[in-house]
């Protein structure tokens, strides 16, 4: 009895041959894709480290374009200057280290200053007093104690008279007023006000 099918028609004789060759291209075709999807992810992880470096690029330039100065630069100050303050120290007669100097006392040894000073404000106060003639022919008498401060610059000021009448008080003020100009009083090296005060005696004879 003849076959009814062709020899060559068999595909069951190669079929083992067959499924080799497939399964070879499979293993093929999916190293291929495995390969394949590696490269991507290589370019990928490139783009990205260029981004990054593009990044840091980015922040060193945005540190060169800081204004800080630089060290070795250099910065000019313009000089404030700075007025000294004039302090209004007064330090009284008795215990100053150094009392003003009357004109006439500047060769006197610093132990006979003050004395020289005494005799000559009271020598000043003789040779420049006049009796108010309105206080004489009312009979005022009296004593006017008279303050005032001898400043910095040795010239007397803020003169004050105290005493029973004021036509006594105005002249014992132009007495004062006129003083000469002295030698400031000085504390530590450094001129000071020193106040100081005077009995006037009016008396009638």
């Not at 009895?1 to 080799?20: E, G, I, W």
């Not at 990928?44 to 981004?51: A, H």
């Not at 132990?111 to 020598?123: A, G, M, S, V, Y």
Request: proline share 6%.
């Amino acid at each position: 009895m003849l076959p009814k099918k062709n020899p060559k028609a068999d595909l069951s004789k190669n079929s083992t041959t067959y499924f080799l060759i497939g399964l070879v291209l499979i293993l093929f075709l999916t190293w291929r894709g495995i390969e394949l999807k590696t490269y991507e992810r290589d370019v990928e992880l490139d783009r990205l480290s260029v981004m990054n470096d593009e990044d840091e690029e980015e922040v060193e330039e945005t540190v060169i374009e800081s204004t800080e100065t630089d060290q070795e630069e250099i910065i000019e100050i313009e000089e404030i200057e700075v007025e000294e303050e004039v302090e209004d120290v007064e330090v009284p007669f008795a215990i100053i280290e150094n009392i003003p100097v009357f004109p006439g006392c500047e060769k006197v040894s610093k132990k006979r200053q003050r004395d020289c000073f005494q005799e000559k404000i009271n020598k000043h106060i003789r040779k420049n007093f006049r009796y108010p003639e309105i206080a004489q022919e009312m009979g005022i008498q009296g004593r006017v104690y008279v303050s005032f401060i001898i400043g910095v610059d040795g010239r007397v000021i803020m003169v004050q008279p105290r005493g029973p009448d004021k036509n006594l008080e105005k002249e014992a003020r132009r007495i004062i007023e006129n003083l000469p100009q002295m030698i400031p009083g000085k504390q530590r090296g450094k001129a000071v006000r020193v106040p100081y005060s005077i009995p006037i005696t009016f008396k009638l004879q």
